[in-house]
């Protein structure tokens, strides 16, 4: 058994389950330390100037797309521009990066949701994803709002519902904890209200089948903070690689300390050692 206390290797994501409040790990090389029961202590990361891209393990000097050294994230449909921005998915062109990704991730049913993160906002993921993307984004409250066939499409919706609501998380907000309350069930019928024309544009061109509206329940997350920040300060590796803090929170992909906050996903790669002081 080893000693979760001390671990040392690359960086990922931080897994998250839905409990209440959100589970969360902390993975480190081959090791998850769970983290809700270190609220309360002091943690430290390390970092020694090494990072691996998570794809093919080459060091690298710069992270490119949260954890890809660059060739990979010249080569790799993952970090193709049309990830962040689904409405260009080229795949339909022939033009995939990798067309066998494409058809595991892009050409297959994703759902259109709304999510109060640091308010309203319009997101798209893949139906597996649920409710993790959520997680990640911290949001308090999300919904389904529609299904469809493809990534592609989720974009052109997405893009559609963008003129009615925001489809970018005010991280600062989200970490206040000062989210207001929105009734997802009413904003769901409102929107989907204010994008019929684009639907049925869009169910013309690309089949009627292709976009349905869907009636599933919301999900309400908690997450494990014990005190909110009130002034938000935010640690960066890369400039000060001597982390330390206790921990007071975890939301997104976000630790909480009383020195500032860190955006995990944002080290993805990284090399570090992460301790328990004191333990
Ligand atoms: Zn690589």
Same mark, same amino acid.
């Given at each position: ?20 409040? #959100? ?6 090389? *081959? ?7 270190? +609220? ?13 891209? $998570? %794809? ?26 049309? $990830?962040?921005?689904?409405? @260009? ?11 066998? /990704?494409?058809? !595991?991730?892009?050409? +297959?049913?994703?759902?259109?949701? &709304? ?16 409710? !993790?993307? /959520? $997680? *990640? ?18 974009? &052109? =919706? ?6 009615? =609501?925001?489809?970018?998380? %005010? /991280?600062?907000?989200? &970490? ?22 684009? +639907? ?13 509206? =869907? ?6 997350? !908690?997450?494990? #903070?014990? +005190? /909110?920040?009130?002034?938000? @300060? ?11 803090? =206790?921990?007071?929170?975890? @939301? ?11 955006? $995990? ?15």
């Amino acid at each position: 058994m080893s000693n979760l206390a001390d671990v040392t290797g690359r960086l990922r994501k931080m897994p998250a389950e839905t409990a209440d409040p #959100v589970s969360y790990a902390l993975a480190v090389g *081959d090791e998850r330390v769970p983290l809700n029961d270190l +609220i309360g202590k002091p943690i430290r990361f390390d970092y020694e100037g090494v990072i691996r891209c $998570i %794809n093919c393990d080459r060091t690298t000097k710069k992270s490119f797309n949260q954890g890809f050294c660059y060739p990979c994230f010249r080569k790799l449909a993952a970090c193709d521009s049309c $990830i962040m921005s689904p409405e @260009k998915c080229h795949y339909h062109l022939g033009t995939c990066r990798e067309p066998e /990704w494409g058809e !595991t991730h892009c050409m +297959i049913e994703h759902v259109v949701y &709304l999510a109060n993160s640091s308010g309203l906002k319009v997101g798209i993921t893949r139906g597996s994803q649920v409710p !993790t993307r /959520w $997680i *990640d984004q911290g949001a308090v409250d999300a919904i389904p709002m529609l299904r469809v066939a493809t990534r592609h499409l989720s974009g &052109l =919706v997405e893009v559609a519902c963008k003129a009615h =609501v925001a489809d970018r998380t %005010n /991280w600062r907000a989200m &970490l206040k904890g000062d989210v207001p309350e929105l009734d997802l069930v009413q904003e769901r019928q409102r929107i989907l209200s204010l994008i019929t024309d684009d +639907i049925a544009a869009l169910r013309e061109e690309h089949g009627q089948g292709a976009i349905r509206e =869907v009636d599933e329940q919301g999900l309400d997350l !908690t997450y494990p #903070v014990h +005190i /909110w920040p009130a002034k938000i @300060k935010t640690h960066n590796l890369d400039k000060t690689p001597e982390v330390e803090g =206790v921990l007071e929170g975890i @939301k997104g992909q976000y630790l909480i300390l009383d020195t500032g906050v860190i955006n $995990i996903r944002k080290f993805t790669g990284y090399e570090v050692r992460f301790r328990v002081m004191g333990a």
